[in-house]
């Protein structure tokens, strides 16, 4: 009896948090979304974070270049998730929540989306937040993580399914040389770890 006990604490309790998280949170499958990322690898060869006008929704600049947000962007924009309308839309209802790094008075649906703190804002507003641990076990494919790099810079990437002799899983980014699959995860401070709930 106590073992039903138990596994049905466990289905309420994945009940909730499925209930709790919208509904394209559990749709976002990590294969695909790290399979997105890596059809970027050798295609967006250069980091550009010039400030351009963007069309709205689904804005994006030239595939060949980008900035850390955008692999992310663009993985997620093949599953239907269009990171610029979401973000944009909750910092017009949620202006205050978000950091006030940039002097800005409004949203503003050319950038926004592009900078990792506000990122990093939306994803736990969203509820995907999850611990953050220096055991490589805790990170699953598909699980977005940040960084500190330093002197003020932040970064942002995707875990991959690949991993290294150690077991350190992958990450799928653009650190300023395009988009890359590298080992990375424990190079930098991680300040955010997050998850779709699909798994």
Known sequence: MERYQTVGRAVVVWLCLCLALPAWAQSIQPEQLISAARQQVGVTLSYDPVYRQLAYPGGDVPLATGVCTDVLIRALRVQGLDLQQAVHEDMRGHFAAYPQNWGLKRPDR??????????????????????????????????????????????????????????????????????????????????????????
Do not use: K
């Not at 926004?112 to 994803?123: A, I």
């Not at 969203?126 to 500190?148: C, E, K």
């Not at 330093?150 to 690949?162: E, F």
């Not at 401070?189 to 779709?196: K, N």
């Open 110 to 199: 050319n950038i926004d989306h592009r900078r990792v703190p506000n990122l990093m804002t939306w994803l736990r507003r969203q509820g995907l937040a999850q611990p953050i641990s220096r055991q490589a076990a805790d990170y699953q494919p598909g699980d977005i993580v940040t960084w500190d790099l330093g002197r003020g810079l932040t970064h942002i990437g995707i875990v991959s399914d690949r991993r290294t002799a150690q077991g350190v899983p992958l990450i799928l980014h653009n650190i300023g040389r395009g988009t890359q699959e590298e080992d990375i995860l424990f190079a930098f401070t991680v300040t955010g770890h997050y998850r779709f709930a699909s798994r």
